[in-house]
């Protein structure tokens, strides 16, 4: 018997799933027929290999504080919940919500990721802190990550799906196209690594662009940083990255009284994330 398949209702961006897919039935959620809404950057999994990679990715243990970022119509729920007690699920989708809430295991939150308190949801099991997955909405994947950041201190892990190209941005190395402004803000305070490439075609309907998997881990001790000021001042130096920095941060500093030992006279991306953790700590005085 031929798989189940999209069958585009109009237009290129929205069509319908018949969602024998996969037999979601069979673990608590029921059947349905969806719309792929493209505003909500939904692109369902359909690859039981690369499905069965993203859960031995996580590797997740029976009392995880799992939260998953974009349920969708469960393609990586039902594996999950297969070896999870509980998990909690973020989903803006109202039609999917409804669905989802019919499983018992799941406690489902309706609303936007970005307006999410994962704070509050750490404290509601504060012995173990959060595990957060997703194969993310492309179109907010970069607020997503910088949002999260913000509740570094209650997480234990993220393993998120995303556009391959964000990913090489942000594992990239000093002297690199990919090194910028993302690399530094995510390397002062995470290990983190691509584990698994995903093309297109596992998804429905497919991306136009490649995909991968990272697992980002929070530092053990990551060095004292104000987030915000930070931020201001990765943002100036990457603003104009052709430039030498004494154009853009070397301005930035004069004007903040820097008088230190900090050579402006190369890129952005030839200074090393320690590098521009040392020189914020030596402004922002956070030592
Ligand atoms: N996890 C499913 C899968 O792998 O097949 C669906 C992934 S799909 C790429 C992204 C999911 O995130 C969709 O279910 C979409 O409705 C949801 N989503 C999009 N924007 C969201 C937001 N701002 N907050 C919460 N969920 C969102």
Redesign the pocket.
């Known amino acids: 018997m031929p798989g189940p398949t999209w069958t585009f209702a109009s237009g290129a961006s929205e069509g319908w799933i018949q969602s024998g897919a996969r037999p979601l039935h069979a673990d608590g959620l029921p059947r349905m027929r969806h719309v792929a809404?493209k505003?909500?950057?939904?692109?369902?999994?359909?690859d039981g290999g690369i499905?069965e990679g993203i859960v031995d990715g996580i590797s997740p243990s029976v009392d995880d504080h799992m939260v998953?970022?974009?349920?969708?119509?469960?393609?990586?729920?039902v594996p999950l919940l297969r070896q999870l007690k509980h998990l909690t699920v973020?989903?803006?989708?109202r039609d999917?919500v409804t669905r989802l809430q019919a499983n018992p295991q799941l406690t489902v939150?309706d609303?936007?990721?970005?307006?999410?308190d994962f704070l509050g949801i750490a404290q509601t099991a504060p012995d173990r802190p959060l595990r957060v997955v997703?194969?993310?909405?492309?179109?907010?994947s970069t607020p997503?990550l910088f949002h999260l950041l913000g509740f570094v201190d209650v997480i234990k892990d993220q393993h998120f799906?995303l556009q391959k190209e964000v990913i090489d941005r942000m594992v990239a190395s000093p002297r690199s196209a990919a090194y910028g402004r993302l690399s530094v803000m995510l390397q002062w305070r995470y290990e983190m690594v691509n584990f698994l490439h995903v093309p297109p075609q596992s998804?429905?309907p497919p991306?136009r662009v490649d995909s991968a998997m990272v697992r980002m881990v929070p530092k053990a001790q990551p060095p004292v940083v104000d987030v915000g000021a930070f931020s201001e001042m990765v943002q100036i130096a990457f603003s104009q990255r052709r430039k030498l920095l004494r154009h853009t941060l070397g301005a930035w500093l004069e004007a903040k009284g820097y008088t230190g030992p900090f050579d402006v006279r190369r890129r952005a991306e030839e200074v090393t994330v320690d590098e521009y953790v040392a020189l914020h700590q030596a402004v922002h005085g956070s030592r």
């Open positions: 809404r505003r909500f950057g939904q692109h369902f999994l359909t499905i998953e970022i974009g349920p969708g119509l469960g393609a990586l729920t973020v989903e803006l989708d999917l939150i609303q936007d990721v970005l307006r999410v997703g194969n993310l909405p492309y179109n907010i997503i799906m998804f429905d991306p």
